[in-house]
């Protein structure tokens, strides 16, 4: 798989709670490192779900992503890398970071904090050899500050969509806060990738969901669906994602080809 000529920004977001944002998040970027692609994951969640995923020590007072946007800590003083999975870098987050939005409030150029640290640092951007190929930003489930940094930070957005009753309420809330972004914000930003999850293939519902999907969306819907897996939901729980705790199961090998597809749509960028 060919490097992406300039890193690629991708933001998982959706207000949404429990639609696969982390989890798509955590195994797409293994999926890319086992692609042969370097990646960095933002834990901007202050539950912290990335980080124990990746197994990234996240203890309160551990420096990570509240740093960097309350402190204006540089990113290369906080990243360590994940364990285990060499070309795997994490930011984690730590409860601290509940704390940050409110925070933040006061400070100046605060929805642009995450987008400067970012492009202060050497590993982002098209020159340098050991550029990340791909910075992966896993956002909490609100529209608050700390998502809008990191709308404000990528490129692109991808929204994971789990195929359930409900699951395009809400999204227009989620597509109106991405189009004022680019109108004020961040003229580049872009909904790139809509990741459908949690899908039950024995169901007419998760078709129905799916159908429903790809009718709003086209193209932007990958053609790969995650299916439902307890494989996929268990593996948090050992520290690793799906993709080395059973890198054979159907959830392992739908995240691969999601991270393949996701490469490969981009490789014009
Ligand atoms: P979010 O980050 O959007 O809140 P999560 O990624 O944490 O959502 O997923 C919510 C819950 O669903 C978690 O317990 C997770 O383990 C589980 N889950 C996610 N994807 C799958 C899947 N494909 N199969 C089974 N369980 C899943
Ligand atoms: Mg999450």
Redesign the pocket.
């Known amino acids: 798989m060919p490097r992406p000529r300039r890193t690629r920004v991708i933001v998982a977001a ?1 207000q949404k ?8 998040t955590v195994n797409i970027a293994v999926g890319l490192v086992q692609l042969g692609q370097r990646v960095l994951v933002i834990d901007l969640d202050p539950q912290g ?1 990335a980080s124990t995923a990746l197994n990234v020590d996240h203890l309160q007072g551990t420096p990570g992503t509240y740093e960097l946007l309350v402190d204006g800590t540089p990113v290369e003083d906080l990243v360590v890398p994940a364990p285990d999975l060499p070309g795997l870098d994490v930011i984690p987050a730590t409860i601290d970071l509940a704390g940050a939005e409110i925070e933040l409030v006061r400070v100046e150029g605060r929805e642009g904090r995450l987008k400067r640290a970012l492009s202060q640092d050497q590993r982002v951007g098209e020159t340098a050899d050991d550029r990340w190929d791909y910075v992966l930003i896993d956002c909490p ?1 609100s529209l608050g500050l700390l998502t809008i940094n990191a709308l404000v930070a990528g490129a692109e957005v991808m929204i ?1 969509i789990q195929a359930e009753y409900y699951a395009l309420e809400g999204l227009g809330q989620l597509l109106k806060t991405v189009d004022m972004v680019r109108a004020h914000l961040n003229r580049d930003l872009s909904v790139s990738t809509i990741l459908i ?2 899908y039950d293939a024995r169901t007419r519902l998760a078709a129905g969901v799916a159908d429903e999907v790809r009718e709003h969306f086209g193209d932007q819907v990958l053609r790969t669906y ?5 494989r ?2 268990e593996a ?1 729980s050992y520290g690793q994602t799906v993709m080395t705790y059973d890198p054979g199961s159907p ?1 392992a090998l739908s995240y691969l080809e999601a991270a393949r597809e996701i490469a490969q749509k981009g490789s014009g960028r």
């Open positions: 959706n709670g429990g639609v696969g944002k982390t989890t798509s779900n489930p994971p999850t949690m995650i299916p439902r897996s307890v996929v939901s948090p959830g």
